[in-house]
């Protein structure tokens, strides 16, 4: 009989126990989510109409651009008011060279002639004149012509080209608007990543999608709303959670954007780190509970390419740190946010290890109860969250108007990308890993990657 090390056992028990708060309280929280999504919205009577402005930042997307424009063209609501922003980009035309038309070039030719020229009075085009800049040099440049004509007050959203919304979005954030009425917030959706989820994509993808969307439903959307709860208690007074802004989904008042100095284009990435800001600054983050619908890589490779961009947010905050330490901000305040960043980006990091080392350990030792436990573990933690996350979704996707993402979740089999699923599962923190290397040689030598500095 061999006989296993005390150490060995608490490494085990203590992996298995990080696999099992991951595993239960991401399940609780999508499952809690969906609950809200059933939840009907109420709007006062008395609530005045509004404007919104749909932020679209573009680069390169000629093949998508001009569907996606008349997607969210098309959105209607009785109380608010929909103006398509899109932002294109100097970088892009420097690129093309008048080889080819830029993104910009089609949708003028399409509000000219095409299918948008029925749409031509809600479409205004932002150009950032800034030819190396990125997604937040782009977004800044906008927000700040806005402001010219725009109230501070106004509300704008945040949402890439391959984004697709429904009605749902429009009278959830209608709720929010008439519920806090006269005040200034910002607020964060949850995104369902099923946009190619189906019968005709590869298993990578479906997978991937599956695997994503059990992400954001389940761990990102229950940092939004625990921050959303103390935000209602503590309307800009404190918040000691540190508040989540991922970018496309996300949206604020013009002032806030301005008043708390743009989303910082001098960091890593935009989106994570802007949050840490208004987390700092007790700016209300409020949770929208209505589904974004988006895609994700179909290669392996552009995954973990993806992932590793990604982490660099939280590569990012120590940046933040040190800004908001140098304006002054409570040292305990800011050292606590930071605390969570890093502490949520080890998290991540070391992802994969809490899933392999259970098992490496018990091979080692040949424990075969050792190996039972580890196997059984991971498929409690994270294969049984996925399943069920995989027979509800598509009733959730229903009732927010995703009816055809819906039917073709249905089509699929689990069994089929369940192989697919546990290795994304046990490669999750390889993109981490490949931020972090690139991260450390970027300390010694002072030189950003091409694809993070430029955050394509």
Request: some cysteine; charged content about 20%; glycine content about 6%.
């Amino acid at each position: 009989m061999i006989t296993v090390p005390i150490w060995v056992s608490v490494v085990i028990i203590i992996c298995i126990s990080l696999q099992a708060e991951r595993g239960i309280f991401d399940l609780i929280s999508f499952n809690r989510l969906f609950g809200q999504l059933r939840k009907r919205s109420i709007v006062s009577t008395n609530f005045p109409r509004q404007t919104i402005y749909i932020l679209i930042p573009v680069l390169r997307e000629q093949d998508i651009i001009e569907e996606a424009v008349i997607r969210f063209c098309k959105l209607a609501h009785d109380k608010l008011t929909f103006k398509i922003v899109l932002i294109t980009t100097e970088k892009e035309t420097v690129e093309a060279g008048g080889q080819r038309k830029t993104t910009e070039e089609y949708v003028a030719d399409s509000i000219a002639s095409g299918k948008l020229t029925d749409f031509k009075d809600r479409i205004l085009i932002i150009r950032d004149p800034n030819t190396h800049g990125n997604m937040a040099t782009q977004l800044n440049y906008a927000i700040r012509k806005l402001s010219d004509t725009a109230p501070m007050n106004s509300f704008y959203l945040v949402y890439n080209a391959d984004s697709i919304i429904t009605r749902s979005t429009l009278e959830k954030l209608a709720e929010l608007l008439s519920r806090h009425e006269g005040m200034e917030f910002a607020f964060q959706q949850p995104c369902a990543f099923v946009k190619d989820m189906g019968p005709d994509s590869n298993k990578f993808t479906n997978a991937m999608s599956l695997y994503q969307s059990w992400y954001c439903l389940g761990h990102e959307s229950r940092l939004i709303r625990n921050y959303d709860a103390r935000s209602e208690r503590w309307w800009r007074k404190r918040n000691g959670k540190l508040g989540v802004v991922v970018g496309h989904g996300s949206g604020m008042t013009i002032g806030i954007n301005r008043n708390n100095g743009g989303y910082p284009s001098d960091l890593l990435t935009e989106d994570l780190t802007f949050g840490f800001i208004l987390s700092t600054k007790n700016v209300p983050i409020l949770s929208l509970p209505a589904l974004e619908i988006a895609d994700v890589p179909s290669r392996f490779s552009v995954f973990i390419k993806q992932k590793s961009v990604w982490f660099w947010n939280f590569l990012g905050y120590g940046s933040c740190y040190r800004k908001m330490s140098e304006r002054g901000f409570s040292k305990p305040k800011i050292i606590s946010l930071l605390i969570q960043g890093i502490g949520a980006g080890a998290y991540w990091a070391l992802d994969t290890f809490f899933v392999l080392i259970p098992l490496i350990l018990s091979l080692y030792l040949s424990s075969y109860i050792g190996i039972c436990i580890a196997v059984l573990s991971f498929l409690t933690f994270y294969t049984l969250p996925q399943y069920i996350l995989f027979k509800r979704l598509p009733g959730a996707l229903e009732h927010q108007g995703f009816t055809e993402h819906a039917k073709n979740i249905r089509k699929l089999s689990f069994l089929t990308i369940f192989p697919t699923i546990s290795i994304i599962s046990l490669t999750n923190s390889v993109g981490p890993w490949i931020a972090t290397v690139k991260g450390i040689k970027y300390l010694f030598t002072g030189k950003l990657p091409i694809k993070y500095k430029t955050g394509d």
